[in-house]
């Protein structure tokens, strides 16, 4: 059996190239796509004097948490 080689000037375009490593840029294109239907929100917390806080988590529990100034 014999394969049939491509052509180098196709097969090494700048456009090809790109597509047979993953970038910081593609790696942040799919991570927006995942995430881009989450829902999101911000808490004002009150810390203590010593910086702890209680969060109550989406499942019920409490999570105590001590913020560094």
Request: glycine content about 6%; overall charge negative; proline content about 1%.
């Amino acid at each position: 059996m014999q394969i049939e080689l491509r052509k180098p000037e196709f097969v090494m375009r700048l456009d090809r190239l790109g597509s047979f490593h993953q970038s910081k840029l593609s790696f942040l294109r799919s991570f927006i796509r995942e995430f881009k239907d989450w829902e999101f929100e911000t808490k004002e917390l009150e810390l203590d004097e010593n910086g702890f806080v209680s969060i109550e988590g989406d499942d019920g529990k409490t999570y105590d948490v001590q913020i560094d100034k």
